[in-house]
């Protein structure tokens, strides 16, 4: 069965992280995806390959010179045929190249047009170069992970894919929606820092109230265990903190779930037994603990494997699963202009003109 956006076609101008899963995401969601990239290095993700694959299956590739002469002319043509544009340059570079998002839309009304940057179209930030360490910095995300002097970086690029890639993908899916009764698209302008931020919803409404999220707390505290590993505790509530209390057999220390004292005796309790042990102990108890997981374990988990989050052939899928895990695109992801004639001939471009737009080097 297709997926609920079959019969969109997707114009892709971006590479790395943010941009590629947000058109993962719509792929999976059923909509074709032209992947534009550059005649020379293409996508600079390409040089990790697994990487790559994981966001690009699917997708078909066209290579195009975007500063020569009829560069632009020819993604103007992509454009005609397309539903969407999401496009990841620094501001100002597509107004460089003619294609500005104001004149795309003037030109293709119908056409919703995202632009993906780190700090968005407007303000003193808007043409600086960025990546997720800093987005999450000036988001304030970072000052709240690690309880030492200085914060610990995540080991995963939230700004990216979810202040970035996610955010753009509801943003294009609320403009489709629109256009579906206006018959106009709309230029959105989705910013990475901005999209961050948003886990800090509740506390950007009450940054003074106390917060118990942090980890000093016994009750909510990620714990070594023996041998190495580690338990995650979330007994936030009086009743998990207690059924936590009694499966470790201390029941002295119920009430005590958000006393700062308490943490180096759990911190000790917890150095006793591996963190397999610790899971067969609390699971039963259903008091909000889970082992973390590594990277390399996660396919195995029997949560995941009966959720069917990887395909057949052990690449991993994007979610929500609107789309079941078997009917979703498993073609590997293109080469760099592998698809550069057939888009060409789609947007109606003859084979006199694809033979000398490769001849002036304008497409691979």
Not at 97 to 111: N, Q
Not at 198 to 212: F, K
Not at 284 to 297: G, N, S
Not at 313 to 327: I, K
Request: charged share 25%.
């Amino acid at each position: 069965m297709p997926g609920p956006l079959a019969g969109f076609r997707v114009v892709d101008l971006t590479r790395l992280y943010p941009g590629p899963y947000a058109t993962l995401l719509l792929a999976d969601l059923g909509a074709e995806i032209v992947k534009v990239e550059d005649v020379a290095e293409g996508d600079l993700l390409r040089g990790l390959p697994e990487q790559f694959e994981a966001l690009n299956r699917g997708k078909r590739s066209i290579a195009i010179d975007l500063k020569a002469r009829e560069g632009p002319g020819v993604l103007r043509r992509l454009c005609a045929r397309a539903d969407v544009l999401i496009e990841g340059f620094r501001p100002g570079v597509l107004e460089r190249l003619g294609c500005s998002p104001a004149a795309l839309s003037a030109e293709f009304p119908r056409l919703v047009i995202c632009s993906l940057t780190g700090f968005g179209q407007t303000g003193p930030l808007r043409g600086k170069a960025g990546h997720d360490i800093g987005y999450l910095a000036l988001g304030g995300v970072l000052s709240r992970c690690g309880l030492g002097e200085a914060p610990a970086l995540p080991g995963a690029q939230f700004a990216d894919f979810f202040g970035g890639g996610l955010q753009a993908v509801v943003a294009v899916l609320a403009a489709l929606v629109e256009r579906a009764a206006t018959g106009r698209g709309r230029a959105l302008d989705v910013a990475m820092t901005e999209g961050a931020m948003q886990a800090l919803l509740p506390r950007l409404a009450d940054p003074s109230s106390e917060d118990v999220l942090r980890g000093d707390r016994p009750c909510y505290r990620v714990y070594g265990c023996r041998g190495g590993g580690a338990v995650a505790l979330g007994a936030l509530e009086p009743k998990f903190w207690e059924r936590f209390c009694t499966a470790v057999g201390r029941p002295d220390w119920e009430g005590q779930q958000f006393d700062p004292s308490l943490c180096p005796a759990v911190d000790e309790l917890f150095l006793g037994r591996t963190r397999d042990e610790w899971v067969a102990l609390l699971e039963p108890a259903d008091c909000c603990a889970e082992p973390v997981l590594r990277v390399e374990e996660l396919a195995a988990h029997p949560q995941h494997l009966a959720r069917s989050l990887w395909l057949r052939d052990g690449r991993p899928r994007s979610l929500p699963a609107v789309v079941e895990t078997a009917q979703l695109p498993a073609a590997r992801a293109p080469r760099q202009g592998e698809h550069t004639d057939a888009v060409l001939r789609e947007a109606g471009a003859s084979d006199e003109e694809i033979s000398a737009l490769r001849a002036a080097a304008v497409v691979r």
